[in-house]
């Protein structure tokens, strides 16, 4: 039987991680349209475009290339997914969420103190009734 040699896969996976992405949770390169899943026990399912798939793994090769994606995973990939999560949380809001941000702002002032939700001239008004009453 004849096996499909992964080397040039792990090589490639170190030597230039940027060609490799996850995407629903396969391991897919890029340049070659080539997808890499794993289950449990450490074997690979390849989804291609080509006759790759209808060669078996070597489970020794899919053991080697399981522990370079965990690898790649760790030390590129999860600090991209933590800074593509960083960067949302302040990307600019959409109208719905600007409008509820606005209203719950505006819950926030009056609960916190309802003063402050006041026209400027009513305060003003206000602070000179003080200051009148205070004379007296």
């Known amino acids: 039987m004849d096996y499909l040699e992964l080397s040039p896969v792990i090589s490639a996976l170190r030597e230039r991680p940027a060609d490799f992405e996850i995407d629903r949770g396969w391991l897919t390169h890029f340049p070659s349209r080539h997808s890499f899943n794993f289950d449990r026990e450490g074997n690979v399912t390849i989804d291609a475009r080509c006759d790759c798939v209808f060669l078996s793994i070597r489970a020794a090769q899919g053991r080697e290339l399981r522990t370079a994606f965990q690898d790649w995973r760790a030390t590129y990939w999860r600090p991209i997914e933590i800074n593509r999560e960083f960067a ?3 990307s600019e809001p959409n109208i719905f969420q600007r409008a509820l941000r606005r209203v719950l ?3 926030r002032r009056i609960v916190l103190n309802p003063n402050l939700d006041q026209r400027p001239e009513n305060r003003t008004v206000d602070c000179r009734a003080e200051l009148m009453a ?3």
């Open 134 to 136: 205070g004379q007296r």
């Open 105 to 107: 702002a505006k819950v």
């Open 88 to 90: 949302a949380h302040f």
